[in-house]
RNA sequence: GGCGUGGUGGCCGAGUGGUCAGGCUGAGGUCUGCAAAACCUCCUACACCGGUUCAAUUCCGGUCCGCGCCUCCA
């Protein structure tokens, strides 16, 4: 019987039990990159994040629809297209590529929708039209369309944050003057010379979307006017779900969504990312270093994801020898031999585990506790190994349930856990060392040892015969 | 200034009003010709000061320190 799951909404700031719009479906949103630049791991670490949420909704029998935007129009995609002479979308283009190679290095499962800004620039006028007509919206002197905040009472409920008692003068802007109040946000921006060749029809002129619209229309479109998940690093919070809620629920007269979960921020070093700080990483540049995506996956899931992870490269080793550790548990398990050993404490182990891991993940996704979860399980079956008290089927049925965690986790490939091929020349050397030390010519065995050392693979012995195994 | 969040053993990182996290590292041991792998044992922490309580790392108050947001940064 798996438990209910309960996530922490900062949307009241409780830990509340999923209940959808519709019974056995979960609609989510997620703030998706903008596409100016490869993104680096703290975006990740919001997107593992994401997928993790997605995995265990799945696990818990859920369909999910899933909808992650693509913003491919503001002021850093058109600064840096212009900056290389590049048309937005010969720009953009680059980046989309690459983020979709990234989340699949990360085994980040697609969401059904990508939606991108510039192929949804109706909807958003279509949306801002609607807040003119309703009067939450007006046209300013600069031509761009505001929202106005006052309009809206309960502005400020998902962040707590009430206007009245913000710092006065960091806000300063030199277009600030067209606005009828300093919060008010733009939902149409105005062309100006900056922008280039980049605009768009509208009712009020030439211009583009704000970038908070670009989210409320969107998800609209895919998900309907209330769902049930958004998400997001901690850092839109706000103003930019603040925003979506203050145009969407205006516009729709109804609640927009039911849960917001937030990711707080990867660290490196006890430090807040930054190029200046050269503790900025992006996925290409840990792949290079030798981690591979099973890897940076730990890393990132390494922490609950409403704390601050402290990414170091320290964690990546030891990530990489975790990883080591259940590849070779899984191939141990799969090396079994049919036996008549006994194994009737086998399926209570498994059920035990896989309820408590099914508890943990439930628990606003306690990965820490799924994790210490596994990794008793690993000691246990390793211990019936040790004494021969696991066969073949009991073999099976573990290695079944580490499939499911990983359905969950994506961090393992059990099955693709297999001996590497062994060269010829390597399997000869140790076959020769394994008749030394059946003749107690330990010198010779120990040399080969040492051969095969400086070929790049290790033997070990075991009562079955000897496995090679490169270093 | 406002709002928020956090300080756990050498490191990472859960959690709880009263026997357990877990992982990594280190030490010792079993096994092994030697090793490796695996397993066992040990290293018993909860920023500081008060308070509540039979009992506080866990609740309350205060102090110090870190971090985030209030600037279209996940």
């Given at each position: 019987m798996k438990s209910k799951l309960k996530f922490f909404n900062t949307l009241g700031r409780n830990l509340d039990e999923f209940q959808p719009v519709s019974d056995g479906e979960a609609r989510m949103y997620t703030c998706g990159p903008t596409v100016y630049n490869y993104a680096h791991i703290g975006n990740f670490r919001a997107y593992v994040f994401e997928d993790l949420l997605r995995r265990t909704l799945k696990y818990f029998g859920y369909k999910v629809t899933q909808v992650m935007n693509l913003t491919d129009v503001d002021d850093k995609t058109i600064r840096d297209s212009r900056k290389k002479s590049m048309s937005l979308n010969d720009f953009t283009a680059i980046y989309k590529k690459a983020f979709f190679d990234d989340l699949k290095a990360l085994k980040i499962d697609p969401a059904e929708y990508y939606p991108a800004a510039t192929d949804h620039i109706p909807e958003m006028i279509e949306l801002v039209k609607v807040l003119l007509e309703k009067g939450f919206a007006y046209q300013a002197e600069d031509r761009s369309i505001y929202f106005s905040i006052a309009k809206f009472p309960e502005y400020g409920k998902l962040a707590r944050i009430d206007m009245e008692n913000q710092r006065a003068g960091?806000?300063?802007?030199?277009?600030?003057?067209?606005?009828?109040?300093?919060a008010d946000f733009a939902l149409w921006k105005a062309w100006d010379e900056?922008?280039?060749d980049v605009w768009w029809d509208s009712p009020w002129g030439k211009g583009r979307p704000g970038w908070h619209i670009e989210c409320s229309a969107m998800s609209m479109k895919y998900l309907g006017k209330t769902f049930d998940i958004h998400t997001g690093g901690?850092?839109?919070?706000?103003p930019h779900h603040e925003d979506e809620i203050a145009q969407s629920e205006s516009a729709n007269?109804?609640?927009?969504?039911?849960y917001w979960l937030h990711c707080d921020h990867l660290i490196v070093n006890g430090e807040k990312m930054s190029k200046s700080a050269g503790n900025f990483f992006t996925l290409r540049d840990l792949l290079e270093k030798g981690f591979n995506g099973n890897e940076v996956r730990w890393v990132l899931l390494g922490?609950?994801?409403?704390k601050k992870l402290n990414f170091t490269f320290d964690a990546c080793d030891q990530a990489k020898m975790q990883l080591r550790r259940f590849g070779e548990f899984f191939l141990r398990l799969k090396e079994i031999k049919e036996?008549?050993?006994?194994?009737?404490?086998v399926p209570d182990l498994l059920a035990k585990a896989e309820q408590e891991f099914a508890d943990a993940m439930a628990d606003d996704l306690n990965v820490s506790e799924a994790f210490a979860v596994m990794f008793q399980l690993q000691r246990d079956i390793n211990k019936m190994m040790d004494n021969d008290e696991l066969n073949q089927a009991g073999a099976a049925a573990v290695l079944e349930v580490f499939r499911k965690f990983d359905a969950v986790l994506a961090i393992f490939d059990v099955d693709a856990a297999k001996e590497e091929a062994v060269p010829e020349e390597v399997l000869t050397l140790a076959a020769r060392r394994q008749d030394a030390r059946k003749n107690k010519d330990f010198a010779t065995a120990d040399t080969i040892r040492n051969q095969l050392k400086i070929l790049g693979w290790v033997v070990e012995d075991s009562s079955e015969g000897f496995r090679c195994k490169k270093i």
């Open positions: 960091v806000r300063i802007k030199t277009d600030e003057y067209a606005k009828d109040s300093v900056n922008d280039g901690i850092d839109n919070m706000f007269g109804c609640r927009y969504v039911n922490a609950h994801y409403r036996g008549d050993c006994v194994c009737s404490t």
